[in-house]
């Protein structure tokens, strides 16, 4: 389990500066493979934050500070929002329960949204239409408060945050720090939240987990801020796309 979360942690996060996948996106389901969904969030959560402040330490000096402030906060307040309806929807009861042989499916109202999410961000990533998702600069504040919120439900915020940034007119190098920053920012409010409610769920003593998939997270991210050119990996997008969507449909129906 913790070789193939470190292989995922190093990918992806080496992954996130040349495409469009986030490294939430990509970690969530393998920790989803082995944690119950809403502690696979939550684990994220805390390698996606240490991940950018690693990041912010390489990056941090080009990122525009307001646009860091004017979409950043209400970023965090949509990431509240976010991370309280994760919360509030871990506790609701199964709504449909079947059997695969000896075992016990449940279908819940978590599983059934993080499935919903990560199908549709995997489909955002790889339809031309969705891809190339843009808003106007008018519209910042309501960008920070979608993928803020979307950042503390699932973790998945970079595609909407890149969407609304697109047209703030950065540079390249200024776009990537800044949403690294603002990334940061929604993080360290959603898990705060996080461990107020599922500390019972054993986060810290996956110690060894997290240490692991931060470390291979961190020599990901070093190694590409090394290659900063743009790269379109066309193929590894679609295929990652492909496994999310079926992992996505294996835990709604309540497989995982």
């Known amino acids: ?25 990509l970690l969530t389901p393998v920790f989803g493979l082995f944690f119950p969904i809403h502690v696979a969030v939550a684990l994220t959560g805390i390698v996606h934050l240490l991940n950018n402040l690693f990041k912010l330490s390489l990056l941090g000096r080009e990122a525009k500070r307001s646009m860091v402030l004017s979409f950043g906060i209400p970023s965090v307040v949509g990431g509240f929002l976010g991370a ?11 709504l449909y329960t079947w059997q695969w042989g000896a075992k016990t499916m449940e279908i819940s109202l978590l599983k059934l949204t993080i499935a919903a999410l990560m199908i549709f961000f995997a489909f955002m990533e790889i ?23 979307f950042g503390g439900l699932s973790g998945h915020q970079g595609a909407l945050r890149s969407a609304f940034l697109i047209n ?50 961190f020599a990901g991210a070093y190694l590409g801020t090394r290659f900063m050119k743009k790269v ?24 995982l």
């Open 1 to 25: 389990m913790d070789i193939l979360i470190g292989i995922t942690a190093f990918l992806a996060s080496l992954l996130t500066l040349f495409s469009g996948f986030g490294l939430g996106t």
């Open 84 to 94: 309280w309806v994760l919360i509030w929807i871990s506790d609701t009861p199964p």
């Open 232 to 255: 379109t990996l066309v193929f590894v997008q679609t295929l990652t796309a492909v496994m999310i969507m079926v992992i996505g449909v294996l835990l709604g129906v309540g497989v």
């Open 168 to 217: 703030a007119g950065l540079s390249k190098t200024q776009f990537i720090a800044t949403g690294i920053a603002i990334a940061c920012m929604v993080d360290g409010i959603r898990i705060p939240l996080y461990f107020s409610r599922f500390q019972s769920a054993g986060l810290m003593g996956e110690w060894r987990t997290l240490l692991i998939a931060t470390l291979s997270a």
């Open 127 to 149: 339809i031309p239409a969705l891809k190339k998702l843009n808003f106007a600069a008018q519209y910042l504040t309501l960008g920070g408060l979608c993928s803020g919120f």
